[in-house]
């Protein structure tokens, strides 16, 4: 028996596509949205991306100038002091005849290797003084291993002299202070025009390696 399509039916056929055809529009309209979105977030993750290697490039580059001024003020510190030494370390009853800058010692035999900033010497005492900024925890136990190494190497050389230990800084904190003089090193710091040298005393003694 042949089935005849009624109006309702019709009808019901043109609901159901205008809806189909609406939804692949709004789906099309939906992917545009879409990939225009992704097209956005590229462009931002690439301009962010040069703005990371910029912002890289810029910290690098303030690294390398601030790196270069602290070793040039370093050296100028280091200019300041050290010839003044013999004269401020004379107030503390040391005759010092000799002095010494960026003085390396090495034994390669012996597996020791040191670099001094300023070597003062004399017949019965050296005094080796490390010049730092701010002289951190760090430096201190630092130079203390310093000092250990050069006993070691004037012992091998039958040099029997008393080596004492100084730390110079352009700005000591308190506990780093403390922790130095407690250490046995003489701390050395600007006072005014000039720099003052703390000796420790008290509770403290001078270290003699």
Same mark, same amino acid.
């Given at each position: ?24 529009? #709004? %789906? =099309? !309209? @939906?992917? +545009?949205?879409?990939? /225009?979105?992704? $097209? ?10 040069? #703005? %990371? =290697? !910029? @912002?890289? +490039?810029?910290?690098? /580059?303030?690294? $390398? ?145």
């Amino acid at each position: 028996m042949e089935t005849t399509q009624t109006v309702d039916e019709k009808l019901d056929f043109d609901k159901v596509w205008a809806a189909i055809q609406a939804t692949n529009e #709004q %789906l =099309k !309209e @939906t992917e +545009r949205i879409i990939r /225009e979105a992704m $097209k956005e977030t590229d462009r931002i993750v690439k301009e962010n991306a040069i #703005q %990371l =290697k !910029e @912002t890289d +490039r810029q910290m690098k /580059e303030t690294d $390398k100038r601030v790196g270069a001024l602290t070793n040039r003020f370093g050296e100028m510190v280091e200019y300041m002091v050290v010839p003044n030494l013999v004269a401020k370390f004379r107030e503390l009853q040391f005759e010092f005849e000799k002095t010494h800058r960026d003085t390396v010692i090495a034994s390669k035999e012996h597996n020791i290797y040191t670099e001094v900033d300023a070597f003062l010497e004399n017949g019965d005492k050296v005094m080796i003084v490390e010049i730092k900024n701010t002289p951190s925890v760090d430096d201190i136990d630092d130079h203390v291993k310093r000092m250990e190494k050069l006993r070691a190497y004037a012992d091998l050389h039958n040099d029997r002299r008393a080596y004492l230990g100084a730390i110079a800084g352009v700005v000591f904190n308190d506990s780093e202070k403390t922790y130095a003089l407690k250490n046995g090193f003489y701390v050395i710091e600007p006072s005014g025009d000039t720099f003052t040298i703390t000796e420790p005393a008290g509770k403290y003694h001078p270290h003699e390696w």
